[in-house]
């Protein structure tokens, strides 16, 4: 039997264990760990890997760094929120500006800033998430297209520079310099953004600024400086680490949220003891123990995957095919790769895909920029999903899934359009490096 035969067994088996158990189970965590297990038991009998206890535990680590940015950020926003700021922000936009489409914009810039910074959208939600969803849902958008607006200004923000981490990943993996990434990935998102602003606000009915002000929270007295002093540090920090990243020791995302949470904290104006702080971080890990899992388990996945060739099986079949048929799958097939893979996509499927498009004499830069916008899109994409469930948690949003699909359906479509209009003609769009 040919390696390429053995190896797309494990994968339809793979597969195939992942939809039986999710079908059974009703858990995309259990059955993610399931699907690994299957697949490594796989790669133990045709003699591929040796120690089925290793594979599946390394893979445990493999996003432990994310799943730190996971609890590091929503300790920082949770007790941010709990000083009053945040109230006391919505009340100061909502009072001073009235006009939606305004409201709207600035809500969209203020998501893109933090995902932005750090290249992950969650922390964008993490941040700004519970603030926006009350402003814009007081615009007369549904629960829906509230969900729908937080979760593509989210993927916006982790596509858009300074930070592409799909985009660094592919430069990386074929020797391109990160540099001058900057208006073409900021072009098409702000076409996307413009699009998402009118599409999910179109015909909706604002309240009126008296109804909205009655609906918020009561907000504390609270000193400007005592609002902007933890955001103030937590930009600082950012910038620090990306542009002085020789002088100073390397403090990781995690850690940055972790001083900022102990910033906020310092200039919380409400008496609050350790008790209240110690049931605030607890409350935290209960509301993002799904995800946690979820990103543990792709990282088993993941690691599977590599261990029994799964991973290389993919890449390589695809990039294989006819250029036709790749721009004609590479839509659907990049945001699924990343629904599985994360950011394991840009590497699977992204650097081989730029050899290919650079020996056909396709401008490299333009074209990694394109498969960097694609990948963004499977953020809601099962099995992973983890920015559309941050989205939907974080609004509050309580009918089907699909039918969030469907409501954002329309925005990731444009993006990917102008994605796959890059790829296909990238020499065409080097005017904008």
């Not at 922000?89 to 009072?95: D, Y």
């Not at 590599?306 to 048929?325: C, D, H, N, R």
């Not at 895909?353 to 099962?382: Q, V």
């Amino acid at each position: 039997m040919s390696t390429y035969v053995s190896t797309t067994i494990v994968l339809v088996a793979m597969v195939a264990a992942f939809v039986v158990s999710s079908l059974l189970l009703k858990s995309p965590d259990i059955s993610l760990a399931i699907a690994a297990t299957v697949a490594v038991c796989f790669g133990c009998g045709f003699g591929w890997t040796d120690s089925l206890p290793r594979v599946l535990v390394e893979g445990l680590f493999v996003n432990l760094d994310i799943a730190l940015l996971f609890i590091a950020a929503s300790i920082f926003v949770n007790i941010y929120s709990k000083t009053g700021a945040i109230d006391v922000v919505t009340r100061k936009i909502v009072s001073r500006v009235s006009n939606k489409w305004i409201l709207l914009a600035i809500m969209g810039v203020m998501m893109i800033i933090p995902g932005a910074l750090t290249g992950a959208g969650s922390i964008s939600i993490f941040v700004l998430g519970s603030m926006v969803t009350t402003v814009v849902s007081a615009m007369g958008l549904s629960k829906k297209k509230t969900a729908a607006f937080v979760f593509m200004f989210a993927i916006m923000s982790a596509a858009a520079p300074p930070v592409n981490l799909w985009a660094m990943m592919i430069a990386s993996g074929c020797d391109i310099p990160y540099v001058g990434f900057d208006v073409p990935l900021l072009a098409p998102l702000a076409v996307c953004a413009l699009f998402t602003i009118i599409f999910l606000g179109w015909g909706s009915k604002p309240k009126s600024k008296e109804e909205i002000l009655a609906q918020l929270p009561e907000a504390p007295k609270m000193s400007a400086w005592r609002i902007v002093t933890p955001l103030v540090v937590l930009i600082a920090l950012f910038l620090a680490s990306n542009y002085l990243a020789h002088s100073i020791p390397v403090l990781g995302l995690p850690l940055m949220f972790i001083i900022c949470a102990i910033v906020a904290a310092l200039c919380n104006p409400k008496k609050m003891g350790f008790k209240d702080y110690l049931k605030i971080i607890n409350d935290t890990f209960e509301q993002i123990f799904p995800l946690i899992a979820t990103v543990l388990s792709v990282g088993m996945l993941q690691n599977a995957m590599s261990a029994t060739g799964v991973k290389g099986l993919i890449g390589i079949t695809f990039i294989t095919m006819p250029v036709y048929l790749i721009y004609a799958t590479v839509l659907f097939v990049a945001p699924v790769l990343q629904g599985a893979l994360n950011y394991g996509s840009a590497v699977v499927f992204g650097a081989p895909l730029i050899f290919m498009f650079n020996s056909m004499g396709y401008d490299p830069k333009i074209a990694a920029i394109a498969l960097s916008l694609m990948f963004p899109i499977g953020d809601c994409l099962p099995p992973s999903r983890i920015t559309g469930r941050l989205a939907i948690e974080a609004t509050g949003y309580e009918g089907k899934y699909t039918s969030f699909l469907l409501t954002v359906l329309a925005p990731c479509l444009v993006l990917g359009l102008i994605s796959l209009a890059m790829l296909i003609w990238p020499n065409s769009f080097t005017f904008l490096l």
